[in-house]
């Protein structure tokens, strides 16, 4: 099927080129020449495992393009919209405004019986104020909310874990319109549905409410245990134990229960705060209240982390040397949006520490933004002389090959801050360290 894809960020460059994997004819359409330039060489502009050989293949082979000009949409059947709806300066709302400039720029080339399938994480009821725009050109409007991981994002998209379609619909379902579209949307993703994914049809604000309120969840297990590990610190207990413990209960389940700097990226903490405002606006802000205190928690890590070092230097970091060990949000990825590793990293550094630091992916972004920090690319290199090191980033490098009795001699000081409790703690304190984790005694 011949399809669009407007806006090339991690999250509709990897479904271009996913897409044009499982045989469609793909052409990714985004404002900003750089990257459709890096794009149309095949060369991914960010880091995303498998996303490169996608590309390389998608292009080589003819299906997959990259333009600038919004008119290579025409004659496309389905036009996914993937632009980002970052946080709103000052306010917690989403930013809808390049979701409303994608819309109206596709407008134009629009034909009769076309699908516009919005993917970008939106407030309920965006949908339904979009969809007239879209059908006075005779096309039709799905929102198909992306669940996808950035680290696992390739995966994601060619198998996800479910799809949700949120079509045209009256109280009876979908209209037959809505069916109509959901079918498409069926032999767009039909590989993916023929090996027995769940495909879930519903109306728009069910389909928008899915996304947030799995992002709310998520974020909501992640506080949940960093509470408790806000508990095991006045309490001499273990809170990867206590995970670990009550993991074991298929109720709870283990996974998003990793105690440590808390959760950041382009994704959890703006979808909650959004989610927040749109329950306000709804007159339901104290249904969501609870999204402020896993929000307060979640950043109250960083602090902890911060103080545990400060602790651990004996009451200062001034001008001591730091490693920290890590930058991106999340490992297997280079994206720093409201990463905890480089605030963390950033504090210090405020603090009068020596900071430098080193990750496998995120250096150029990190530095980018933060040009104050001293950078360095090899990891022993990053660690020589240092009085403390502090492991925000769960990187094999770090978690997995990095030997607690190597890194020992490479360093001055033998404390270690595990901002992810990633570490071996007994092997690290076998090999001389002091080990300080999170909500470890
Ligand atoms: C998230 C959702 O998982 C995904 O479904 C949605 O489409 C986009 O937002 P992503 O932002 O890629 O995906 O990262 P995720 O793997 O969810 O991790 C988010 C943050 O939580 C990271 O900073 C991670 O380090 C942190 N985290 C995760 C924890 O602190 N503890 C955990 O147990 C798990």
């Known amino acids: 099927?011949?399809?669009?894809?407007?806006?090339?960020?991690?999250?509709?460059?990897?479904?271009?080129?996913?897409?044009?994997?499982?045989?469609?004819?793909?052409?990714?359409?985004?404002?900003?020449e750089r990257k459709v330039a890096s794009l149309s060489k095949g060369e991914a502009p960010f880091f995303e495992p498998g996303l490169q050989e996608i590309l390389t293949e998608g292009i080589a082979s003819g299906r997959l393009s990259f333009t600038t000009d919004m008119s290579a949409a025409q004659g496309a059947k389905v036009h996914f919209i993937g632009v980002g709806t970052p946080q709103q300066p000052g306010?917690?709302?989403?930013?809808?405004t390049y979701v409303h400039a994608a819309v109206d720029g596709l407008l134009p080339y629009l034909s009769e019986g076309d699908i516009v399938a919005g993917k970008s994480t939106v407030p309920v009821g965006?949908?339904?104020?979009l969809a007239p725009r879209v059908s006075d050109r005779g096309a039709t409007l799905v929102w198909n909310p992306e669940f996808l991981r950035e680290g696992w994002a390739v995966q994601d998209t060619i198998d996800p874990d479910r799809l949700v379609a949120g079509v045209p619909s009256t109280d009876g379902g979908p209209t037959e319109?809505?069916?109509?579209?959901?079918?498409?949307?069926?032999?767009?993703y039909h590989p993916s549905i023929a090996k027995g994914t769940p495909f879930i049809v519903t109306d728009y604000a069910t389909a928008e409410l899915v996304k947030v309120s799995a992002n709310a969840f998520l974020a909501t297990k992640i506080s949940f245990i960093n509470a408790m590990a806000e508990i095991a610190e006045v309490t001499g207990a273990d809170v990867t134990t206590l995970a670990d413990a009550i993991g074991h209960d298929a109720r709870i389940g283990r996974r998003f229960l990793g105690a440590g700097i808390g959760f950041g990226g382009g994704c959890l903490p703006k979808d909650i705060r959004a989610f927040s405002a749109r329950a306000e606006e709804l007159g339901r802000g104290e249904s969501v209240a609870f999204l402020r205190e896993i929000d307060a928690i979640n950043l109250r890590r960083r602090d902890r982390a911060v103080d545990l070092t400060v602790q651990a230097l004996g009451g200062s970091v001034f001008e001591k040397k730091v490693t920290v060990l890590g930058a991106a949000f999340k490992p297997h990825s280079d994206d720093i949006r409201d990463s905890p590793a480089l605030d963390v990293a950033v504090r210090?550094?405020?603090l009068g520490a020596d900071v430098t630091l080193t990750d496998p992916a995120a250096i150029e972004n990190a530095r980018r933004i933060h040009p104050q920090l001293t950078y360095?690319?090899?990891?022993?290199?990053?660690l020589r002389d240092a009085d403390a090191v502090i492991v925000v980033t769960e990187w094999d490098e770090y978690r997995r090959d990095l030997d607690p009795a190597h890194a020992a001699a490479l360093t001055a000081g033998h404390i270690v801050v595990d901002g992810r409790n990633c570490l071996d703690a007994a092997a690290w304190r076998a090999a001389g360290w002091t080990y300080y984790g999170m909500g470890r005694p």
């Open 1 to 32: 099927m011949r399809l669009s894809v407007i806006g090339c960020g991690y999250l509709g460059a990897v479904h271009a080129a996913a897409m044009a994997s499982i045989g469609h004819e793909v052409v990714g359409i985004d404002v900003d």
């Open 91 to 96: 306010g917690y709302a989403a930013d809808l």
């Open 126 to 129: 965006t949908a339904e104020s």
């Open 177 to 188: 319109e809505g069916a109509r579209t959901a079918g498409v949307l069926r032999e767009v």
């Open 348 to 350: 210090l550094h405020g």
């Open 376 to 382: 360095v690319e090899d990891r022993d290199e990053a």
